[in-house]
T-cell receptor
């Protein structure tokens, strides 16, 4: 059974810092990994999708990397802003089932 | 494009009442999923479907039922509501394949009192 862990559970940083959020998974036979953002009381917004054959994906200030062999992904946020405050979730789709398995998320607060 | 649409957005139920959470997608996705999200617990899979007429249990199916009569619709039924079913429910859909994203609805916030 795939298990996904996100560290840290919560993070509070001043504006302008570069951040790294971590996601680890136990079964390396994945199809892809997707990072989401969730604002309080809202739904999930997809940020980045990394296919199993890829090493990284970039969108604006966001960069996600994938190391299948070690079962890890990182989400790098450059020059953080208060508007980045949200919960960040990673979801892994494992070979054979295609069903996204989620971590518990990292709650991020960026203060001015 | 509407994407994944869930109704209602909010609902309060009394213990023992029944209700159906509606979910429809217009992307012709074959896979559809129902998750529940409790505070600090991530999303847990309730049921999923790989196509019309095919459904299967996820991690936390007790107290729920689903049906998939069409590709577009995947309703979730609560038969006898219990306080433990107080949660936020998310419906999602996707194609198969490594280059395909999962798309989520905006959620239904359910309170059972």
């Amino acid at each position: 059974k795939q298990e996904v862990t996100q560290i840290p559970a919560a993070l509070s940083v001043p504006e302008g810092e570069n951040l790294v959020l971590n996601c680890s998974f136990t079964d390396s036979a994945i199809y892809n990994l997707q990072w989401f953002r969730q604002d309080p009381g809202k739904g999930l917004t997809s940020l980045l999708l990394i296919q199993s054959s890829q090493r990284e994906q970039t969108s604006g200030r966001l960069n996600a990397s994938l190391d299948k062999s070690s079962g890890r992904s990182t989400l790098y946020i450059a020059a953080s802003q208060p508007g980045d405050s949200a919960t960040y979730l990673c979801a892994v789709r494992t070979g054979g089932s295609y069903i996204p398995t989620f971590g518990r998320g990292t709650s991020l607060i960026v203060h001015p | 494009n509407a994407g994944v649409t869930q109704t209602p957005k909010f609902r309060i139920l009394k213990i023992g009442q029944s209700m159906t959470l509606q979910c429809t997608q217009d992307m012709n996705h074959n896979y559809m999923y129902w998750y529940r999200q409790d505070p600090g617990m991530g999303l847990k899979l309730i049921y999923y479907s790989v196509g019309a007429g095919i459904t299967d249990k996820g991690e936390v199916p007790n107290g729920y039922n689903v049906s998939r009569s069409t590709t577009e619709d995947f309703p979730l039924r609560l038969e006898l509501a219990a306080p433990s079913q107080t949660s936020v429910y998310f419906c999602a859909s996707s194609y198969t394949g490594a280059n395909t994203e999962a798309f989520f609805g905006q959620g239904t916030r359910l309170t059972v009192v």
